[in-house]
């Protein structure tokens, strides 16, 4: 039975269409590789299909074709950046054992990725955060996701910590991650507005004081 109007499936026209959705898929990578640096300096909001096409290797109906709509765009950003992120600094902090070395290793990683301008803006996350905290939506929901995953990630091996005994037993994880996100996150701000690299080695060594006063061995924190 011939579905009509369709083309039978020879040798010639699946490599075509496999063909077709790799440049796909490497105009979609590369138009996400711009403008996840660009909305990193200049926010979500100054994005459009239009800047972008003057700018990515590709034109304005493809990138609608390749998104949809800004929302669509927003959104897979998002994600765009979150496995960035995730090759910056949760795969490298892998190596270290789970617990206080994974909790070290995570705030040495997070310290590189945004002192050494990973994305051009500091932390695209910091970045949009703000811009979305108070606009409700899917670009909001995707924005808060990453964020509740780097926070439970964090909390999960500050747990593991406490239950190993490198952290003191009274330790509330959530209020460790709650100073440890609060003090990179100034790091990266004082950084760009103020163009204090040192703001990084002020951060770890706080981090450090906090780890510390929560009953890790200083030892450990080198």
């Given amino acids: 039975m011939t579905i009509r109007g369709a083309e039978p499936e020879t040798a010639t026209t699946v490599p075509s269409s496999d063909g077709r959705r790799r440049r796909g898929d490497r105009t979609r990578t590369a138009v996400l590789d711009h403008a996840v640096q ?32 800004k929302e669509g765009l927003e959104i897979a950003l998002v994600q765009h950046a979150r496995g960035i992120f995730l090759a910056a600094v949760i795969e490298p902090a892998r190596a270290a054992a789970p617990g206080l070395d994974r909790v070290w290793a995570l705030v040495q990683g997070w310290t590189a990725y945004s002192r050494t301008r990973t994305f051009a803006g500091g932390c695209f996350f910091r970045a949009v955060e703000t811009e979305v905290d108070s606009r409700p939506g899917p670009v909001h929901d995707a924005v808060v996701a990453v964020r509740r995953e780097w926070d439970g990630y964090l909390e999960h091996h500050v747990g593991l910590a406490v239950a190993g005994g490198d952290l003191a037993a009274d330790v509330d994880p ?19 507005l103020l163009d204090d690299d040192g703001a990084y080695d002020r951060a770890l060594a706080a981090v450090r004081t906090v780890l510390v006063a929560h009953g890790a061995d200083a030892a450990r924190l080198a």
């Fill in 38 to 69: 660009r909305a990193s300096v200049d926010g979500l909001a100054g994005l459009t299909f239009g800047t972008l096409a003057t700018e990515a290797p590709a034109t304005k109906s493809a990138i609608a074709g390749l998104f949809g709509n």
């Fill in 174 to 192: 959530a209020q460790v991650v709650f100073e440890l996100v609060a003090l990179l996150g100034t790091a990266n701000d004082r950084s760009l």
